[in-house]
């Protein structure tokens, strides 16, 4: 089991940058492979992310390919999200999950592999 807790939201103008964090409990972190979601107002929760387990694979959607960058440090059992050139539209709570990355398509596990997300707010 694992409990997964976001940090690094925040409010930020446009153009600016923010660095998401997603720390893990237990030690099955490094043998998923992670992502990134996002949810806006009103909005269906979609996919921002992705990276396998040793980090030797990333993928993104096309909105944020460019100026977001997906990492990870399992020694410290922590996702990262590097957030640059932010726009008004990325403005969403954003959830990090522990899946497997295959064929280029990234698959929640569900469940516990959730956390409880961060509010990222970019104004205009």
């Known amino acids: 089991q694992v409990q997964l807790v976001e940090s690094g939201g925040g409010l930020v103008q446009a153009g600016g940058s923010l660095r998401l964090s997603c720390t893990a409990s237990g030690r099955t972190f490094s043998s998923y492979d992670m992502g990134w979601f996002r949810q806006a107002p009103g909005k269906e929760r979609e996919f921002v992310a992705s990276?396998?387990?040793?980090?030797?694979?990333?993928t993104y959607t096309d909105s944020v390919k460019g100026r977001f960058t997906i990492s990870r440090d399992n020694a410290k059992n922590t996702l990262y999200l590097q957030m640059n050139s932010l726009k008004p539209e990325d403005t969403a709570v954003y959830y990090c999950?522990?899946?497997?990355?295959?064929?280029?398509?990234?698959?929640?596990?569900?469940?516990?592999?959730w956390g409880q997300g961060t509010q990222v707010t970019v104004s205009s």
């Open positions: 999950a522990g899946g497997t990355l295959l064929y280029g398509t990234f698959h929640p596990s569900g469940g516990d592999y």
């Open positions: 990276i396998k387990w040793n980090g030797g694979w990333t």
